[in-house]
């Protein structure tokens, strides 16, 4: 089995962590890893190819986060016989080298996006983690701490295209002085 590098990483801990993807050639079902480097401690690549982790399922559209130095994956589940379609998106934090599922997005959520194909996109800070579908101007929200979905406000912005996406988060800086 042969795998390739991909753009998704994420810096948590000290560590570096990378999704690769399978080129073929062994299960069907696993076609993503995890890979960590520890940036710290300048280990050798033996030790590199010893933090070789195993998603926890046939995953689509595998995103990874730091969310309060917690490496959080936010992926599409394909279904059993056909790993492109997504069958629901769940939410998982890696705990040493094991994922616990923190949640998987209810049926009623995951509806209500429309049709969905293996593209959609998500991100966070903090504990608020967002996704979105490339092909529904709807945001969803879910937040860590209270583990609770919910539909952003409406966007008064309408996509002029079909692969728009929300892709951060506004703020308005401003100096607050206390006595």
């Given at each position: 089995?042969?795998?390739?590098?991909?753009?998704?990483?994420?810096?948590?801990?000290?560590?570096?962590?990378?999704?690769?993807?399978?080129?073929?050639?062994?299960?069907?079902?696993?076609?993503?890893?995890?890979?960590?480097?520890?940036?710290?401690?300048?280990?050798?690549?033996?030790?590199?190819?010893?933090?070789?982790?195993?998603?926890?399922?046939?995953?689509?559209?595998?995103?990874?986060?730091?969310?309060?130095?917690?490496?959080?994956?936010?992926?599409?589940?394909?279904?059993?016989?056909?790993?492109?379609?997504?069958?629901?998106?769940?939410?998982?934090?890696?705990?040493?080298?094991?994922?616990?599922?923190?949640?998987?997005?209810?049926?009623?959520?995951?509806?209500?996006?429309?049709?969905?194909?293996?593209?959609?996109?998500?991100?966070?800070?903090?504990?608020?983690?967002?996704?979105?579908s490339y092909g529904s101007p709807a945001l969803l929200?879910?937040?860590?701490?209270?583990?609770?979905?919910?539909?952003?406000?409406?966007?008064?912005?309408?996509?002029?295209?079909?692969?728009?996406?929300?892709?951060?988060?506004?703020?308005?800086?401003?100096?607050?002085?206390?006595?």
């Open positions: 089995m042969g795998w390739r590098g991909g753009d998704e990483s994420v810096i948590c801990n000290g560590v570096l962590y990378f999704l690769v993807y399978s080129t073929g050639g062994g299960h069907p079902e696993i076609r993503h890893a995890l890979v960590a480097y520890n940036i710290s401690d300048h280990s050798s690549q033996a030790s590199l190819r010893r933090s070789f982790i195993p998603v926890p399922c046939s995953l689509t559209c595998g995103r990874l986060m730091n969310l309060k130095e917690k490496l959080v994956m936010v992926g599409g589940i394909g279904k059993h016989d056909r790993p492109d379609i997504i069958k629901g998106i769940g939410i998982w934090v890696l705990h040493d080298t094991k994922w616990e599922e923190i949640v998987r997005m209810p049926n009623k959520y995951f509806q209500g996006f429309g049709e969905f194909d293996d593209v959609f996109a998500s991100g966070g800070i903090d504990d608020l983690i967002y996704i979105q929200t879910f937040d860590m701490s209270i583990k609770q979905w919910k539909w952003s406000q409406k966007c008064p912005v309408t996509k002029r295209f079909p692969l728009q996406l929300f892709t951060g988060f506004c703020f308005e800086p401003r100096l607050e002085i206390a006595p």
